[in-house]
C-alpha cells in the first residue's frame, strides 16, 4: 500500500446511509458499503462509481478493491474524490452511462473541437440507439473515446466518454440495440 | 536560473535547433514538415482550438503544436499512425456538422476542411448529420457579408483578427459547448453591430462562415467590387445609406483586397 492515514468518502447512491465517512486507508469499496448499511431493499451490489462523474464505473464483483489511488487505477477506474456511487441490481447500466457524458456534453465550454463536437455525437449515436449507419457503435465510440482523451484541451472532454466506455466493456449486454 | 536562448530537439527523426519561445509547429516548418493547422494563422497568436495540429510528445496527451514551446532534448513524433487516427475523426466531426454544399468550395475553391479531408482521404462520415435542416442559421442582416453558423468551425480566426489587427473587438463567441456560435457586439445582427465590414477579417477564414453577398460573381473579379456605403444608423436605429459616418462623406467600400492594401499607403 503506497498511502496510509484515512480517507473521507461521500456516497450518494441507492442506500439508506448516505453522506459522508471516514475510513481507514485500505477499506475496501465492500467495507465502505457495510459501513453505510448496505444497499436499500436489500438489493445486490450491481456497480459502483469509485469517485464522482468522471470516474470508470466497476462492476459489484470488484467492490473488494481497496479505496486507494493504484488499487483503483489498476482495475480500470480511478479514485477521483471518492465520492462512492453504489448501484443495486435493477439499473439500467447504458442509461447511467450515457448520463454522465450528457453531462459532460453540458458542460463542455465549446472551446476545442473533439470535446464540442464529440461529447454531442456520443450522446447522439447512444440516444438513437446506434451509429446508423449499420457500423459498430462500440468501435466508433471506442475510437471517438481516444481522440476526446487524447486530443481534447482540458480533462472535461478527456474523461467525458470514459463512463459510457466502461459501461461497454463491462456491461456489454445492455447496450445492445434491442436491449431493454 | 538563466533561461535557455534556443533548444535542439528531435522532430520526425530530424534534429532542429530552434530559439527561445520557438513552437513545435514553426519548428517543423523550418525542417519541412507541413503539420495541419485550421485555427493557425502565422498572422496571428494561436490559439490551439480545433486540435489539427496535435503531435506526440511523449506525454500523456497529445500537444497542440501551435501554441507548444520546443523544449531542449525534446522528442516529437507529428505523424504517427495514431496522430493521423485522431486527425481523421477531428475531420469528420467537423465535417458532419456541415451544409451539403460548401460556397466557398464553389466560388473560391480554397475551402481548407475540405482540402484537409481530400488529403486524409475521407469518405462517408460516420457520424450523426447535425448540419441537415441547417439549424445553426445565419445571418443576412449585413448587405454585404452573410454569416453562415452552420458552416462556421468556430476556429476562432474571426474574433483574433477583429481583436488583434483590426482592434475593433465586434466579434466574440456567444452560447457554450456544442450551442456554441460568433456573435457581433451582444449578439447584434451582424448588419445592426459595429462591424464595418472589412475584408480583411473574412478573408482570413480557413473555410466558410462569412462570405460576401452576391458570391456568384466570378471568382476572379478582384479590384472590380462593390461600391457600398457603411450604413449609420438614424433616429429610429436603422441603417441610412445616404448619410455616411462624417455626416455625407460617403466611403466607399471595395470588394476584393483592394481596400486592404491600399490602407497605410502615403496619400491614401
Redesign the interface.
Known amino acids: 500500500m503506497s498511502t496510509r492515514g484515512s480517507s473521507t468518502s461521500a456516497s450518494p447512491g441507492t442506500w439508506p446511509g448516505r453522506g459522508s465517512t471516514c475510513i481507514p486507508w485500505g477499506s475496501s469499496v465492500a467495507e465502505v458499503l457495510e459501513r453505510a448499511g448496505g444497499m436499500a431493499d436489500g438489493r445486490a451490489l450491481k456497480a459502483f462509481s469509485p469517485g464522482g462523474a468522471s470516474t470508470n464505473f466497476l462492476p459489484g464483483r470488484l467492490a473488494d478493491t481497496p479505496v486507494d489511488f493504484d488499487a483503483l487505477a489498476e482495475v480500470g477506474s480511478a479514485m477521483g474524490t471518492a465520492a462512492l456511487v453504489f448501484i443495486g441490481e435493477g439499473r439500467d447500466m447504458l442509461d447511467l452511462g450515457l448520463s454522465q457524458t450528457r453531462f459532460f ?10 470535446c ?6 456520443a450522446v ?2 447512444v440516444e ?1 440507439g446506434g ?3 449499420g ?1 459498430d457503435t462500440r468501435a ?1 465510440l471506442q ?2 473515446d ?2 476526446l ?5 482540458c480533462g472535461l472532454g ?1 474523461v467525458a466518454l470514459g463512463p459510457l466506455m466502461s459501461v461497454f466493456r463491462h456491461f456489454p449486454e445492455e447496450t445492445e440495440a434491442d436491449h431493454e | 536560473m538563466r533561461r535557455r536562448q534556443t533548444s535542439t530537439l528531435t522532430i520526425d527523426g530530424q534534429s532542429v535547433h530552434v530559439a527561445a519561445g520557438t513552437t513545435i509547429w514553426e519548428a517543423a516548418r523550418q525542417v519541412g514538415i507541413d503539420i495541419p493547422v485550421l485555427c493557425h494563422s502565422t498572422r496571428m497568436r494561436p490559439v490551439g482550438v480545433c486540435r489539427m495540429c496535435v503531435v506526440d510528445t511523449g506525454a500523456r496527451t497529445l500537444a497542440a503544436s501551435c501554441v507548444r514551446e520546443c523544449e531542449n532534448d525534446m522528442t516529437v513524433q507529428t505523424a504517427t499512425a495514431e496522430v493521423i487516427e485522431h486527425r481523421r475523426t477531428l475531420t469528420e466531426l467537423l465535417l458532419c456538422e456541415q451544409p451539403d454544399e460548401s460556397a466557398r468550395e464553389a466560388s473560391t475553391g480554397d475551402d481548407e476542411l475540405l482540402a484537409l479531408a481530400r488529403a486524409l482521404g475521407i469518405g462517408e462520415v460516420p457520424f450523426p448529420d447535425g448540419g441537415a435542416g441547417h439549424p445553426r442559421g445565419g445571418d443576412d442582416s449585413s448587405p454585404v457579408i452573410a454569416v453562415d453558423h452552420q458552416a462556421c468551425i468556430l476556429c476562432d480566426r474571426c474574433v483574433r483578427a477583429c481583436d488583434e489587427l483590426q482592434h475593433n473587438d465586434v466579434i466574440t463567441r456567444t452560447g457554450k459547448g456544442y450551442a456554441t456560435r460568433i456573435a457581433f457586439d451582444l449578439d447584434a445582427p451582424m448588419g445592426a453591430s459595429s462591424c464595418v465590414l472589412l475584408r480583411r477579417v473574412h478573408g482570413r477564414l480557413p473555410h466558410r462562415g462569412a462570405d460576401q453577398q452576391g458570391r456568384n460573381r466570378p471568382a476572379g473579379d478582384g479590384g472590380r467590387g462593390i461600391m457600398k456605403t457603411l450604413p449609420v444608423r438614424d433616429t429610429d436605429g436603422r441603417p441610412d445609406p445616404d448619410i455616411g459616418p462624417r455626416g455625407g462623406l460617403h466611403l466607399p467600400l471595395l470588394r476584393g483586397r483592394l481596400r486592404a492594401d491600399l490602407r497605410g499607403r502615403p496619400g491614401r
Open positions: 456534453r453540458n458542460e463542455s465550454c465549446g472551446k476545442c473541437v473533439p464540442r463536437i464529440g461529447s454531442e455525437k447522439a449515436i438513437q451509429t446508423g449507419h457500423g466508433l475510437r471517438l481516444r481522440t482523451a487524447k486530443t481534447s484541451i478527456q
